[in-house]
């Protein structure tokens, strides 16, 4: 456990809201980048991604927006229990925080027999990939194509979230964007499986280029520090030609579903088969969650150990 003693937490929870601010300017910053490569983009991959990186800024500033909101509340909150309290010192005791990691998500698919053994029909194919999310920490899986020639989606790569509370909450959430379309020229089929990391090293080169750029030209705008220090104007996303993704199935894993084993967990399922961007989900989520707690890593205490031997 780590125990904490009475004493004036505002000179840490400023710094705490300088760093949330300074995240959320360079997300901003990311989140224009990537709005200026999208309008840019004339390749589907690069469309592709920088359309995911739009979507993964944006669930990033909501959320670090709303922990700015709460932090600015848990002030006021002690500035007015100090006014009220007798100026008694108070022992709290709080359990650690930790690591959690998810790994070998597979999420399986349920095809009709003629699409997936005759092969007839169009083909159907979609790009999707997962946003998970831990409070303000969120990650964003690589992108998949999916069409019937798969029987499960598959994020092998492990994903770890530090400094988690035991009471977390994990979100899961699967994003599907219809590829056929105005973005269906020149694809390779050698490509259709997995978009390569190399193209997607040399989309986050750019990306970080661009936002650099914004960052020098954008003076006080969304992207800087207004001069009292107040939280950057948040700039409507550009309405942009290029590939929407739409929230397709999501689910919420807790420390109830800790096991060092593979486990399957219900999926909800947002969409009907109307839409053009819907998978034929099999309605469950296969993956790997584990944790390990702080004070396994940490040393909590240390020092001589004197013992006392009673003598009857």
């Keep these: 456990v780590i125990v904490t003693r ?5 000179f840490f929870i400023s710094l705490q809201d300088c760093e949330v601010q300074r995240r959320i300017e360079r997300e901003v910053r990311i ?5 200026k490569l999208l309008a840019a983009c004339s390749q589907r991959d690069q469309a592709l991604e920088a359309s995911k ?14 922990q700015l909101q709460r932090m600015k509340e848990a002030q ?3 500035r007015a229990e100090r006014r009220s309290s007798d100026g008694g010192s108070v022992d709290e005791r709080l359990p650690c925080t930790g690591k959690i990691a998810i790994s070998d998500i597979r999420i399986p698919l349920m095809w009709k027999d003629s699409e997936y053994f005759k092969n007839k029909g169009e083909l159907h194919q979609c790009a999707v990939f997962c946003l998970l999310q831990v409070g303000t920490e969120i ?17 092998v790569e492990p994903v770890i979230f530090t400094d988690v509370p035991p009471g977390f909450d994990l979100r899961v959430e699967l994003y599907s964007c219809c590829v056929e379309g105005e973005f269906s020229m020149g694809f390779s089929t050698r490509r259709l499986s997995r978009l390569g990391s190399a193209s997607s090293k040399k989309f986050m080169a750019s990306l970080e280029t661009a936002a650099s750029c914004s960052s020098h ?11 009292r220090g107040e939280s950057p104007v948040l700039l409507p996303v550009l ?9 397709l199935a999501q689910t919420s894993l807790t420390l109830c579903h800790i096991q060092n084993s593979f486990r399957t967990h219900d999926l909800t399922i947002s969409d009907t088969e109307e839409s053009s961007f819907w998978l034929p989900l099999y309605g469950n989520v296969c993956c790997r969650l584990v944790a ?3 004070c396994m890593t940490q040393v909590v205490m240390c020092g001589k150990l004197r013992i006392r031997v009673c003598k009857s």
């Design 292 to 294: 390990q707690p702080l």
């Design 239 to 247: 309405s942009v030609r290029g590939p929407k993704y739409h929230l």
């Design 76 to 78: 006021a909150m002690q």
């Design 139 to 155: 990650h964003d899986t690589d992108l998949v194509i999916v069409d019937r020639t798969l029987t499960d989606i598959c994020f």
């Design 31 to 35: 989140r224009e980048g990537a709005s």
């Design 53 to 66: 990186t739009l979507l993964t800024s944006n669930s990033r500033i909501l959320a670090l927006m709303t």
């Design 6 to 10: 009475g004493y004036d937490c505002s």
């Design 217 to 227: 030209s954008s003076g006080t705008r969304s992207g800087e520090s207004s001069p």
